[in-house]
């Protein structure tokens, strides 16, 4: 059975002007995604800076996030690691806390081998019970997970069950979800490709627009998956130029910036994240127009 069908959230992580964590701010932003239809809160991934948390605060924000969801929607919890040791240690800690599923990105620098990546998705997979998503996102890392290697490893784990595919290739998600077949669920990582990998067999979508319009990024997934295929493809044609500023600079610079225009007030981001170029924020704010989120 799939985690979820529809449109995860990849929350951000809100901060004090300080740089602490601001749990206050955190419970209401996933109090707003629940009211507004979010399928799944996914924390502490990319968009949730988890890279510059500490270890302490990486698995204290899972923990929150977990009691306060208290089973409304699946938690999935970014767990991954460069080092296969420190992903276990992470997976094993969300497990225990009641996370609903694992968010696993692909070994970032070391650039694994694909038979490293099978091992050290293996390895992951045999040291905990919950459903993992694998995360390829060659962009960020520097690793891909090849279509046969992503196959091997779900047909030889059966807690690894779907991925998080944001490799911007249609070709290679085809040649994926043709070798992996029913063993692999498919949730888009990309905003912009949410209705092509529908089209492909896709569930769904782990999602940054989400952050800000998240009964939107709902309801496009629900009108494809019902059928309602031009009000899901008018959304998401829409939806691209917004889409295009979230991604200007490098995620999550724009969407946190964004949602402090709109008033969420989620702080600032931590280094080595600067603060938007002005000239980006003048694009941002005309997409935000545009889509109705600024008067």
Known sequence: MAIFKGAGVAIVTPFHDNYEVNYEK???LIDFQIDNQTDAIIICGTTGESSTLTMEEHKEVVRYCIRHVNGRVPVIAGTGSNCTATAIE???EAEQDGADGLLIVTPYYNKATQKGLVEHYTQIA???KLPIIMYNVPSRTGCNILPATAAEIAKTNENV?????AVGNM???????????DSLDVYSGNDDEVLPS?????????SVLSNIMPRETHQMVMDYLNGKEQEAREFQLKAIPLIDALFCEVNPIPVKTAMNLMGMNVGPLRRPMSPM???HVEILKKAMEQMGLLR
Do not use: F, H, N
């Not at 069950?161 to 595919?165: E, M, S």
């Not at 529908?198 to 782990?206: A, E, F, N, T």
């Open 277 to 279: 170029e002005p000239q």
């Open 171 to 181: 070709a290679q998600t085809a040649r994926m979800i043709s070798l992996a077949g």
């Open 126 to 128: 045999q040291s905990v």
């Open 161 to 165: 069950v779907a991925v998080k595919d």
């Open 90 to 92: 992470l997976s094993q």
């Open 198 to 206: 529908l089209s492909l067999g896709g569930l769904g979508v782990i």
């Open 26 to 28: 955190l419970g209401e």
